[in-house]
């Protein structure tokens, strides 16, 4: 059996149908990759994908869609996506079993 790539919590499904709700009509669901740049080394980038892309793994999880990026994918293989929101605060958080590091801020990671 194939590790999934990305799970969604229930807190992050519902934050996306709400993200979506208020998208343009055009959007089909969100995209996830990485990116080098902050103090650990790489960093997660989300957007609104209007479209899949060539090779990109299209995840439906409780009832959103979900895009990865395929240079991203080797890095979020079984990776958790939730969503937490306190009194200052609200952000998406990724907790990914590749990681061997994580900036003090929770903004970038090293695996």
């Known amino acids: 059996m194939t590790k999934q790539i990305l799970k ?3 807190n992050a499904a519902l934050r996306i149908k709400e993200i979506l709700s208020k998208a343009e009509k ?8 990485v990116r080098s740049g902050g103090c650990a080394g790489m960093s ?11 090779n990109e ?9 979900v895009l990865i990026d395929p240079k991203a994918i080797i890095y979020l293989l ?18 990914n079993p590749n990681e061997t590091e994580r900036c003090g801020c929770g903004e ?4």
């Open 26 to 33: 055009s959007a089909i669901g969100v995209r996830v990759g």
């Open 44 to 54: 997660y980038v989300m957007e609104y994908a209007n479209d899949i892309k060539p």
């Open 78 to 95: 079984g990776t958790e996506m939730d969503f937490k929101k306190d009194k200052f605060s609200s952000q998406f958080i990724f907790k």
């Open 8 to 10: 969604l919590s229930n």
């Open 57 to 65: 793994e299209v995840i439906e999880d409780r009832g959103v869609k």
């Open 108 to 111: 970038s990671f090293k695996v």
